[in-house]
């Protein structure tokens, strides 16, 4: 009877321990079911793209990342070797490095500079064409701005224009041609106007969102400016310009553009110098004010250029070095300088010093590979 008793116990409780594996096996299978299931669901919600973009900055120094947030204006007889040592993430063009040379021996020539970068430079060139072309003193026919085209046929010369402007700098290895002027000026006194449409907000606007639209098919970037828009008084190249307008009156007019441009996808926006008093006391492209305008209230999550710091507008202001800190810290994420052998130190010695954050060159940094990705530049 016992022995039946034990039996029994000894039955019933395999009986519960089969039924607990089961059970905890169960839960296992399901466990790692549900934990293979998840791992590629979090790595699926990485595009390429991102992965890519990682991937390269796991593997770059302070000193890549900084140099990345340049364009620089290049001694033509040092190039390559200023390329690779300052990591630079862009080269940009001056007539004087056209001067005298054939289309095939530019090309050679931009070809080096970018085999002599680890990661792919942006090349580029100021291609607005009529008065502000680098490239049409070599060319048979000399890019046309877009009012000569405009005044000639009307949007489609002018779209014309940019798809035959777009296929010789492509060619050429160029990337970035700086283009549409997205400044609305109906001014003739204007020291701009000639560089610009010439026409009403709403057919400026029509003409940034084609034009954009068409950059991006090409595969070439678009570069809206000069935000927040252009005064019609002045030029900061030749010394400071204030805007005194209020901001109601931009958004009315100038902004519209630009908000044209954004929401056809515009890969970056250039900021200028120009100081918009009602909002700032600082020039443009050092006001976090202003680029919070760009980022919050017209939503753009692109690139951001400043205008070229080697206008006088900006040099009057403020020391070379500490507008670049500045820039970076307002918002800004590439810098157009030819003073970059000193900036670049100076924001280096900043992270160190620990007055700026390897987080907020990261920020740049990412959307400034995303921009390259994106132009095909990086694979």
């Not at 039996?7 to 169960?26: G, H, Y």
């Not at 549409?180 to 029509?206: F, H, K």
């Not at 400016?225 to 310009?241: M, Q």
């Not at 307008?245 to 929401?263: N, T, Y």
């Amino acid at each position: 009877m016992i022995e039946k008793d034990r039996f029994i116990q000894n039955k019933e409780n395999f009986a519960i321990f089969s039924v607990v594996s089961l059970l905890l096996m169960t839960l296992l299978s399901g466990w790692i079911v549900f934990d293979k299931m998840e791992s590629p669901a979090v790595d699926s919600g990485l595009t390429q793209k991102q992965r890519t973009i990682n991937q390269m900055m796991e593997g770059m120094t302070i000193e890549d990342k900084i140099g990345q947030l340049f364009l620089g204006h290049i001694p033509e007889q040092e190039a390559e070797q200023i390329v690779g040592a300052y990591y630079l993430g862009g080269y940009m063009l001056e007539s004087k490095d056209v001067e005298g040379k054939s289309l095939s021996q530019l090309k050679k020539d931009l070809a080096s500079y970018q085999k002599a970068s680890n990661i792919p430079l942006l090349l580029a060139s100021n291609e607005e064409g009529g008065a502000v072309s680098q490239i049409s003193p070599i060319l048979k026919e000399p890019f046309a701005s877009p009012m000569e085209l405009y005044d000639e046929g009307g949007l489609d010369a002018v779209l014309e224009g940019a798809k035959s402007k777009v296929s010789v700098l492509k060619d050429l290895g160029i990337s970035a041609g700086f283009f549409p002027i997205a400044d609305v000026v109906t001014n003739p006194s204007s020291p701009i106007y000639e560089r610009t449409l010439g026409q009403d907000a709403m057919t400026t606007s029509d003409y940034v969102r084609e034009v954009v639209t068409l950059l991006k098919e090409e595969n070439f970037l678009s570069t809206l400016k000069h935000f927040p828009g252009s005064s019609e008084t002045g030029d900061a190249i030749t010394g400071l310009v204030y805007d005194d307008r209020p901001v109601d009156e931009l958004r009315k007019q100038d902004f519209l553009p630009f908000e044209a441009g954004i929401e056809a996808g515009t890969d970056s926006v250039m900021v200028s110098h120009i100081i918009l008093t009602a909002v700032s006391d600082q020039p443009s492209s050092i006001s976090p004010e202003v680029m919070a305008i760009l980022r919050q209230e017209l939503g753009f999550e692109g690139v951001i250029l400043t205008d070229d710091f080697d206008k006088l507008g900006l040099s009057e202001f403020l020391d070379q070095n500490e507008a670049a800190l500045q820039a970076i810290e307002a918002g800004a994420d590439m810098i157009l300088s030819s003073n970059f052998t000193s900036q670049i130190p100076y924001l280096l010695d900043q992270v160190k010093r620990g007055k700026l954050s390897e987080d907020r060159i990261e920020q740049s940094v990412e959307r400034i590979l995303g921009m390259k990705y994106d132009l095909g530049l990086i694979k």
